[in-house]
Every structure is written in C-alpha cells, then in structure tokens.
C-alpha cells in the first residue's frame, strides 16, 4: 500500500519531524496523501495520485503518512488541519506550510480516479504553476 504511491516518487513521511520538514518554512507547494488500508484508497485515492502526477504541473513536492501505520505523523499533519476534518484518505496542498486545498475522503470516494486526478491537476495550475509574466 506505501509502494502504490512511493512508485510515483511520493516521499513518505513517517514521523512529525519528516512533515515539519517538508512543510517548513519556504517549502513552496506540497501535496500531502494520507493514505490508508480502505478500499477507496486503494481503488480510487493512490491510482488518481499516479494520474494526476503526469501532468506538466505539479507541486515542488510530495509526500503521504499512512494513517493505522505513521500515528505521529498522522496526528501532527491533522494538527496542522486543524480547521479541516480527519479524513483518510485525504488530499492537501499546502503553500509555504499553509493548506490552500483539501480533497477529503467523500470526495474520493464518490469519484473514479480520472476524475480525482482532473480535480488535482486544476488545482495544481491554480497553485503551482509559474506566475504568467505581464
């Protein structure tokens, strides 16, 4: 189940030091997974990852905690939530450390992983593409 995104160059960040550190200070975008042992992340959540990370624009980085599997680290990227529900599996995009984006459980499981990675793809040209010159 880790080797369903680390195949896509997904890091894993297993403990809350590896997010802080992905999410520091100056991280630009970062999409982070919570992955987790359901169905819809194994039918739905991982495969749209894959999808989504062929278009040309991505995010600087990243990374995924499994939930059941990285507590700590589940725990601390769900503070960093906090304005948001627990959900696994989930999707979202920071900016310098802040959420800008969040793909809940819900809205996965009700769609088909070409159409999660549509969603995905129109948020990372509205958060990660380069500014268009004037």
Do not use: W
């Not at 160059?9 to 030091?17: I, L």
């Not at 992340?41 to 749209?48: E, K, L, Q, T, V």
């Amino acid at each position: 189940m880790r080797q369903d995104l680390t195949q896509y160059g997904v890091e894993e960040a297993r403990t809350p030091q590896d997010v802080d550190r992905l999410l520091g200070p100056g991280s630009g975008a970062v999409l982070m997974v919570v992955n987790s042992v359901c169905g819809c992340a194994a039918g739905r959540a991982r495969p749209a990852i894959g999808l989504a990370l062929r278009h040309a624009v991505r995010p600087a980085k990243v990374a995924t905690v499994f939930a059941g599997g990285d507590e700590a680290a589940v725990a601390h990227l769900r503070a960093l939530l906090s304005d948001y529900p627990p959900s696994s599996p989930s999707m979202a995009l920071f900016q310098d450390g802040k959420p800008v984006y969040m793909l809940h459980r819900r809205e996965i499981e009700s769609r088909e992983p070409a159409e999660i990675a549509s969603v995905l793809t129109e948020v990372f040209d509205q958060f990660c593409a380069a500014p268009k010159p004037v």
